[in-house]
Every structure is written in C-alpha cells, then in structure tokens.
C-alpha cells in the first residue's frame, strides 16, 4: 500500500505579513518574512533559499521513507516537502523530505552511519550543512486558503516552523538531554538518523520489488533483507535501537 504524506499543517502562531498574499508576492517580502519573522538568513538568489548550517541543518531522504519518519514521531519538524523538477520526473528525481536538525547534524551525519553500521546502504540519506541552501518553501496561511507565498514551484511546509527563534531549541541534536528517545517527543539525531536510514534501506527495497529503483547507491545490492543481514552477522545497529 503506497505511503501517503500527511496533509501540509497550518504555521504555528504566524505573524505574517499584513493582508492576504499570494504566488506573486514580492521576493523582498519573501525574504524579508524569513529574516524577520524566523531570524533565517536567506541567499540572494531567485527564488529566494534559506541558508542551511547557520540556525539549522536538513537531512534529506525519499519522501516515501520520510512518511514514516513522521508517522513515528508526531511531533518531529519543522518538516518541508521537497517537489522534483522536470516533465517527465527524471529517475532518481522524486519528491523529498527536508527534515531540520541543529546545526552540526550535517557534519556529524556521516559518523553516526558509519557507528549505525549502514555504510553504502544508506545512500538515500543526504544532508545540507554549513555553505549549504534548501528552496524557501512556501508558507500557507491556513488549512482552507490556497495563498501562499515563497519557493511554491519548488518547496512546502508539511510541519511548519514557529515564528520567532524557539524553532532552533526543538531540533534534533546530539548530547546529554537531547531528544526522547522512542516516544512521540523529537528524537535525539542519533535516533532520527537511525530510524531515517532503515526507512530509507526499506523504501528503496520496496522500490526494486516494483521495478521502480534508480539504484543511486550505485552497484550495491538491494537484496540485503534483515533476515539475511542477521545471518551474515551484519545487522545494523539502528534496527536495535
């Protein structure tokens, strides 16, 4: 049964611009929301892009992995959508989740697969870090009102950001204190890296099975199941945790 992403939600205690906007909207007033109203910087580019590594980093994965990321913790975001390009959608060019993490995640990313023991098989899981950008995503103003503003074409808040600067303080992080663990808080990033790695592994199986993979992992094999993962002795930590 294909997975299906929850419904964009409506921005936390918005405080946007005064009067309705739309598509159209200025790209000064865009950025100037961003700025303000979240304290993000933004690149100056056209559409405007959020900076990544300064008040956030993102991890990036499949959105069909990325929907039981979220369906496992309810409350993990700000979470955004990220549309593919293209007509036709190119392989390897699917539909991807933005997922922010506290600065850093990007950097320690790649120790923390290598401890979870996934190695290649996680290719799928990406991060944008320090230097990095991610498209501004558009913002809706409520669950019935089509208007919107930012990167539209490219980007959408699934799980929206709160105005202000307390988004920062609820990412996933490493360290004593952080995160809870298996229940429906935010995870700390250890878990969320493991529970979006073995997502991501099961979603590209799934792939295969359909005649659908892209292989992006290169030539790594997809026929590492858990049960045959157990056998050879080389099942991932993650799947423990």
Partial sequence: MPRVLPRPRSPHHV???PGPLD????LATVRRWYEDGMGWPTAPS???ELLTGVRFDVLEMPADAGSA???RWPLLGPVALLRPGGDPIPPGNRPKLLVL???GGAEELPGILEWLEWGPLAGDLTARGAGGRMPAPAFPFGPSSPAAFGSWEAAVWVRPPRTGHEA???LPATGFGTGFGDGEGVPDLVRLVSAAATECHRARL????N?????VCGDQALAFSNASRISAGTRPRSLTL
Avoid at 211 to 215: E, G, H, L, N, T
């Fill in 15 to 17: 405080s946007g611009p």
């Fill in 23 to 26: 598509p159209s909207a200025s």
């Fill in 46 to 48: 056209d559409p405007p």
């Fill in 69 to 71: 990321v979220l369906r």
């Fill in 101 to 103: 993490v506290a600065p």
């Fill in 168 to 170: 920062e303080n609820s």
């Fill in 206 to 209: 799934l792939r295969a099975g």
């Fill in 211 to 215: 005649a659908q993979s892209d292989r």
